[in-house]
């Protein structure tokens, strides 16, 4: 059965540093989106991208962020310099696009920690 | 404002037995999707079940199902037959139209054997 995967499983990082957490999202799928999870609380969305751009975005998602889909099979998210309390789970989701049912299927996720 | 709710941060079921897991929710479009997603303890996000808000019946996915009372707001899960491995975090999440997927505070249900 296909799935969202995402790399790496865990990353770690100094505070200030880039980093860029990778998804490969279902292949037939058209709608990418990044969430985010901290720790004990709710999982929150950060932006949705189709047909090679950004189509929402919400308040979490400022300049530090950024989102790419470099190639036919990849979808980035970046963050250029990194605080403490981006530490969170990050999740990407991928939805086939039927308006009638935008299911989304989302990957393991990626456990950045910023000392 | 809360578009999301789920009432119940806790809830305790014993193995076989059914469990409902509530969420109401706060919409005035009239086209929106409620979801259910379960996340056990490492962490990933499993997708469970999908309400759209024009179904006629309600959803169901093997042991899930979703009581959708549309004039409540509400989309309940019932979990049947509750299984020591249903021990998880679930999240109840709306969409309205094509804004983006709002997720509710979670329930975390223990299955005791």
């Known amino acids: 059965e296909p799935e969202v995967t995402q790399t790496p499983s865990h990353q770690v990082t100094q505070m200030g540093q880039e980093v860029i957490l990778r998804c490969v999202p279902i292949?037939?799928?058209?709608?990418f989106y990044w969430y985010r999870q901290i720790l004990g609380q709710k999982v929150e969305f950060l932006v949705s991208?189709?047909?090679?751009?950004?189509?929402?975005k919400s308040e979490i998602f400022d300049d530090q962020f950024s989102v790419e889909r470099p190639d036919g099979s990849n979808f980035t998210l970046k963050i250029r310099s990194t605080k403490l309390e981006d530490s969170a789970m990050y999740f990407c989701?991928?939805?086939?696009?039927?308006?009638?049912?935008?299911?989304?299927?989302f990957g393991p996720g990626t456990r950045l920690l910023v000392l | 404002a809360q578009k999301i709710t789920q009432t119940q941060p806790g809830m305790f079921v014993q193995e076989k037995e059914a469990v409902t897991l509530d969420c109401t929710y706060d919409t005035s479009d009239p086209s929106y999707g409620l979801f259910w997603y379960k996340q056990p303890s490492s962490g990933e996000m499993i997708f469970l079940i999908y309400q759209g808000s024009y179904d006629q019946q309600n959803a169901t996915e093997g042991r899930y199902s979703l009581n959708f009372q549309k004039a409540r707001k509400s989309a309940n899960l019932v979990i049947s037959a509750s299984q020591l491995g249903d021990s998880a975090m679930y999240f109840c999440?709306?969409?309205?139209?094509?804004?983006?997927?709002?997720f509710g505070a979670g329930t975390r249900l223990t299955v005791k054997p």
């Open positions: 999440a709306m969409r309205e139209g094509q804004d983006d997927m709002r």
């Open positions: 292949s037939n799928h058209l709608y």
């Open positions: 991208f189709y047909n090679n751009e950004i189509s929402e």
């Open positions: 989701a991928s939805s086939e696009g039927d308006p009638n049912k935008e299911t989304q299927y």
